[in-house]
């Protein structure tokens, strides 16, 4: 079992920066890979980034690549989703979520199988 709370979530200015933080308690942290993935107003919810369970890869959305960097502590528990460059268009609700370190990359919402309760990120123009 894993648990997820994310943090960090806020209402900042196009331009700003932001870094979400995904703190996950259960002693399998480290064999899981991580995802984000974002949900806007009526909008789907969306892949934006994932990290290998090792750390040693990453995957983003075309949309959030050279602005979104993910990473991971594996001493703290934590996925870390570092945000510059922010868009009005990046306003959604940010999940956090873990799947089983066996095929990669992991895009797809089935393909996790626990998930945070979401951060709010709202990007004014």
């Known amino acids: 079992q894993v648990q997820l709370v994310e943090s960090g979530g806020g209402l900042v200015q196009a331009g700003d920066s932001l870094r979400l933080s995904c703190a996950a308690s259960?002693?399998?942290?480290?064999?899981?890979?991580m995802g984000w993935f974002r949900q806007a107003p009526g909008k789907e919810r969306e892949f934006v980034a994932a990290?290998?369970?090792?750390?040693?890869?990453?995957f983003y959305t075309e949309s959030v690549k050279g602005r979104f960097t993910i990473s991971r502590e594996h001493a703290e528990n934590t996925v870390y989703l570092q945000m510059n460059s922010l868009k009005p268009e990046d306003t959604a609700v940010y999940y956090c979520?873990?799947?089983?370190?066996?095929?990669?990359?992991?895009?797809?919402?089935?393909?996790?199988?626990?998930w945070g309760r979401g951060t709010r990120v709202t990007v004014s123009s």
């Open positions: 259960g002693r399998t942290f480290t064999t899981y890979h």
């Open positions: 990290i290998k369970w090792s750390g040693a890869s990453t």
């Open positions: 979520a873990a799947g089983p370190g066996s095929s990669w990359p992991l895009k797809r919402e089935y393909e996790y199988d626990y």
